[in-house]
């Protein structure tokens, strides 16, 4: 038989960089990638807060220096004071967001006049606790991500849904020093009013009751002791209103103005905005001395 005509192996055309084992384009991104990281060397030296933490999963540790207790895992010289009272609870009018309006900084007061109710939408509401910039944040970047969620899907989001938007937001930040205590409060179209708390751990729980902040214990208090859900919409907000009013009263990080709201099926509409030393020297030391007790 005639021999075979020998064959010129062309493999190489398939994988070249392998068969002459180069790869400018590898060679190029690891000389784009040393000039980056030697570019932002001395900007994280300058802003050490660009640092993220060395843990993988290392969460805010609880730490014992002079009550100021929660502490970033980021920089530890941020210490967080938390200073505020907000509380929300269902009824069968919808729902009632109440809060203060005191920023406090430890001992120091900056700001008597903070709204920490941050509107979402005309359905939906949230509020505020713990660091005032986190949450003023992340509740407005929530709000145009529940507006880009009605404008593809054509209907407004659900109260559930947009709480786990926040959750899965604030649960990838873990351990890079946030710090927020927050209610989502709204009615959905199809299963009415809801309440969740989303916390900067990542917690997220439903609920019909919830108060935050360093006030809460004495708000829960005063709801323990008069919450039902069949309140008239008028009792509701007195109930909400006083149990600000106690919280303000006795917790020194909690204070000026009380504002109240209420959710209901058309949407949602603040029911009552005061000074809180105005209700203590006014209606309430009225009540008090008519009962006898001044």
Known sequence: PPPKSPT????????????FGTNPRQELQKKELEEYHAAMEPMTARFPLLKAPTGVNRLPTLTSKGGQRYVSEADSNIKFSHGTTTLAFLFKGGVLVAVDSRASMGSYIGSGTVKKVIPISKYLIGTMAGGAADCSFWERNLAMQCRLHELREGKRISVAAASKLLGNIVFQYRGYGLSMGTMMAGVDEKKGPGLFYVDSDGTRLKGNLFSVGSG???????????????????EAVELGKRAIYHATHRDAYSGGTINVFVIRNTGWEQMYKGDMNELHYGQYMQEAAAEGKL
Do not use: C, Q, V
């Open 216 to 234: 809460a214990t004495y708000a829960y208090g005063i709801l323990d002791s008069a919450y039902k859900y069949d309140l008239e919409e008028k």
């Open 8 to 19: 010129m192996d062309l493999s190489f055309f398939n994988d070249p960089h392998s068969h």
